[in-house]
Nanobody, 123 residues
Framework: QVQLVESGGGLVQPGGSLRLSCAASGSFFSIKDMGWYRQAPGKQRELVAT???????NYADSVKGRFTISRDNAKNTVYLQMNSLKPDDTAVYYCNARVNTDWGLSWGDNDYWGRGTQVTVSS
């Protein structure tokens, strides 16, 4: 009953920028943590950045200083601003949200995933 839809991926040259968006919809009480993960061909999925409901952020070392995660709680949307992109950033980027569907009760939390959006950094 919760859907996450990513947008904003595409092809960009090294040093360029992209802004990813992920909007949550469906039936839920609240959204807690939100985040972005990525998976490159032949690699394991890795955490890129997370943000809590009150705005605390966490970043992978590989993207610190280049990427910024933010959220708009009124729109149930999380963003990832990606600057100074490198070829190694090429991956499918997945949105994740920890969503409560049971009136804030602790056992009502579940993680949901979007289908992913392709980011390709190449000259």
């Amino acid at each position: 009953q919760v859907q996450l839809v990513e947008s904003g991926g595409g092809l960009v040259q090294p040093g360029g920028s992209l802004r990813l968006s992920c909007a949550a919809s469906g039936s839920f009480f609240s959204i807690k943590d939100m985040g972005w993960y990525r998976q490159a061909p032949g690699k394991q999925r890795e955490l890129v950045a997370t943000i809590t409901s009150d705005g605390s952020t966490n970043y992978a070392d590989s993207v610190k200083g280049r990427f910024t995660i933010s959220r708009d709680n009124a729109k149930n949307t999380v963003y990832l601003q990606m600057n100074s992109l490198k070829p190694d950033d090429t991956a499918v980027y997945y949105c994740n949200a920890r969503v409560n569907t049971d009136w804030g009760l602790s056992w009502g939390d579940n993680d949901y995933w979007g289908r992913g959006t392709q980011v390709t950094v190449s000259s």
